[in-house]
């Protein structure tokens, strides 16, 4: 733990520069080395089985804490591009090739980071970079158990803590939900179970393992997509429309190695880790409805098809200083291997009904088709230099080599392969024009993955080649107080874009850029509030051969182009809080020609946090109401996929420490 309060105090000069220079220490000659440890410690502490999103955010761009989430963007979509895609995950900054979201038993938080957040990256992303920042053990021995409600009448029970025993330490969780209740109206039931274990070999070197798992079962999904020339009627709050047949069962695993240490003037990094998204059944039925209400519906079934990745990576660096400059120059490799199984779909037509009833409940049918399988390996060797000058400028320069092998047999049983080798960069500049104000730029390139097609195409899950991503951006940070903070940045992202063709399959159909600005305000507005607050409007613009002859139109399907969201604490007593969030999302085309819009939701959610002594030992009592506005509707995929707004909810779970008498 002295680690990483020693890199909180670096923080606000390495990490967020501009603050007000009463609070700022003179830049330190090991200011990159700290400003690395303050990323991965910055959140790292020891979670509670209640976790706070909002104190712990640093800006209005994203962060989750177990189930609670603040600020504009979410791991899976950040400026309205679709992370899921483009891989740009980390582990305490370690690259992350992932199969399978890593699960909160091991976490302490999730944040996104863009803007002059990510321009220290030593390997930055064009479309943001999502970082997991894993548990660590607190300075006492704890357990937590907590019983209650989750959303939608979800039943929980969890039990998570930590311990310690000379240099070596642990912390995990458990979580099992005996009735999930999915905002679809899915029911089943799902467990969660993980760890991470430390040992410090030596003050300034550690090794980690950390492993997880989440097992889940319910009864099916299902999607919407329009048939006419308007939005389909509200779907009945928490129904299951699939057949009473229909089941989805899947198995998520992640398991990972990392070594941080430093070896004279040197900083080691290495880590390893394996991702298996393992899907034993897949039901999935497809209601195609008009604005009437009329609908017609198919099942799709599928068999077991699994997902691995295996990612690695080695980092050294070297820091060392010059007169009034720090250097430090970086080398890495980084490898990922994946392999996706998928399959053709057994459609069971289920025939004409109303949405206010259910589909005719037919016959199982068993599933008789074709696999196929996609193999690939990316290697990528990085160099990279940053340069510091007091506490004033920064600079930071990198070049990537990557090398993509992919290889694939259809569905059809055809065999291809594709090699390619491309060459990327990043730079990027941070100005301290004052001790409260700050300048940053970046421009980053990028080979990032397209995902796989959507169950509604005729290709589904086929995995799509990578395409060659591109941001610029330019912005300010500025601290309004000591402890309130404004970011705001314009932003110019451009990529490959992906959509139905019509022959029905998915895949890249031309290029779509998304210009604007966003904007942050976070930190505390006196001692007792605290405010998360932010803003991103951009224009979508799609262009290609398809857009060219009329057939798809320039904006992207499901791209909200305008979304804000508040949220804000205030403390009633010491142990007491109060709390609000106030989120909007935008007009969303729904399908590619761009003659079907889904209507923009605006969405309150109150909560209380209440802290208290049960039995002598430390309990806290959080209660939350979401969507009181009552919104209905859909939200909208970028495969045109329609799903149903969340209803009107409320969870309310007790937690109880026995390892403290604090």
């Known amino acids: 733990m002295s680690r990483c309060i020693g890199a909180r105090i670096a923080l606000r000069t390495t990490e967020f520069p501009g603050l007000p220079r009463a609070r700022v220490p003179p830049m330190s000659r090991n200011a990159p080395r700290l400003a690395s440890l303050a990323i991965s ?50 582990i305490d900054g370690a690259y992350f090739g992932r199969a399978a979201a890593m699960d909160d038993t091991v976490l302490s938080s999730v944040g996104v980071r863009v803007g002059v957040n990510a321009a220290r990256l030593d390997y930055p992303a064009p479309s943001g970079v999502v970082n997991y920042r894993l548990r660590e053990a607190g300075a006492k021995n704890e357990l937590r158990l907590g019983l ?3 959303d939608f009448g979800t039943r929980v029970v969890q039990a998570d803590g930590s311990a310690q025993a000379g240099t070596f330490s642990v912390a995990g969780g458990v979580l099992w939900r005996p009735l999930q209740v999915h905002p679809q109206g899915y029911r089943g039931s799902g467990v969660n179970a993980g760890g991470v274990a430390t040992w410090k070999l030596a003050p300034d070197r550690r090794l980690r393992a950390f492993t997880s798992i989440y097992r889940r079962h319910y009864d099916g999904d299902y999607a919407v997509t329009p048939s006419g020339t308007a939005m389909p009627p509200a779907l009945r709050p928490l129904h299951q429309y699939s057949p009473a047949w229909a089941e989805t069962v899947g198995l998520s695993t992640n398991t990972g190695l990392l070594f941080d240490g430093r070896f004279g003037g040197f900083e080691v990094d290495l880590s390893a880790f394996r991702s298996v998204f393992d899907i034993d059944k897949n039901d ?57 199984e998928f399959t053709s779909s057994q459609a069971i037509p289920l025939g004409a009904f109303h949405l206010s009833g259910d589909p005719p409940d037919l016959a199982e049918v068993a599933w008789s088709g074709r696999r196929g399988e996609d193999r690939t390996e990316q290697l990528t060797a990085s160099a990279g ?3 510091t000058w007091n506490d004033r400028l920064q600079l930071r320069f990198g070049l990537h080599r990557v090398r993509y092998d992919k290889a694939s047999q259809a569905l059809s ?79 110019d992202v451009s ?41 991103v409007r951009f224009d979508s613009e799609v262009s290609g051969p398809l857009v060219d002859a009329g057939l798809v139109g320039s904006h992207g399907v499901g791209v909200a182009q305008t979304v804000a969201a508040a949220s804000i604490e205030y403390r009633l007593r010491e142990n007491w809080s109060l709390d609000a969030s106030l989120s909007h999302t935008g007009e969303r085309w729904a399908n590619t020609a761009n003659t079907l819009k889904a209507p923009a939701l605006t969405t309150l959610s109150l909560g209380t946090r209440r802290r208290f002594v049960l039995g002598q030992h430390p309990a806290e009592l959080r209660v939350v109401a979401s969507n009181l506005s ?33």
């Open 41 to 90: 410690c910055a959140v790292a502490t020891p979670a509670l089985a209640q976790d706070n999103a909002l104190t712990s955010a640093v800006d209005a761009f994203g962060e989750r804490a177990g189930i609670e989430q603040s600020g504009l963007y979410t791991e899976s979509q950040v400026r309205g591009f679709d992370l899921n895609d483009s891989g740009a995950y980390r």
């Open 148 to 150: 209650g409600f989750r």
């Open 284 to 340: 999935f039925t497809l209601i195609s409805a008009d604005a009437a209400g009329n609908a017609t519906a198919t099942t799709l079934r599928t068999p077991r098809r699994e997902k691995h990745a295996t990612s690695a990576e080695a980092r050294i660096a070297r820091s060392f200083a010059a007169g009034a400059f720090d250097h430090r120059a970086t080398l890495s490799l980084r490898g990922a291997r994946t392999r996706n």
């Open 385 to 387: 230099y940053a340069l």
């Open 413 to 491: 049983g055809n065999r291809t392969q594709r090699v390619s080798l491309s060459t990327h960069h990043n730079a990027s500049v941070v100005f301290n024009l004052t001790g409260r104000t700050a300048l940053f730029g970046s421009w980053v390139t990028g080979l990032e993955e397209s995902g796989a097609a959507p169950g509604s195409a005729s290709n589904r899950d086929e995995v799509l080649p990578p395409g060659e991503a591109e941001q610029k951006e330019l912005g300010l940070r500025h601290a309004l107080t000591p402890r309130l903070t404004f970011i705001g940045a314009l932003f």
């Open 495 to 535: 990529k490959p874009s992906q959509g139905l063709r019509q022959d029905g399959s998915f895949g890249l159909i031309g290029e779509v850029r998304h210009r604007g600005i966003e904007a942050s305000i976070a930190g505390k507005l006196n001692d007792r509030t605290n405010l998360v607050a932010g803003l």
């Open 630 to 662: 009552g919104e209905e509707g859909y939200t909208v995929a970028r495969s045109g996929l329609l799903t149903p707004v969340p209803p009107r909810t409320i969870r309310a779970v007790l937690t109880i420490n026995f390892g403290s008498k604090d």
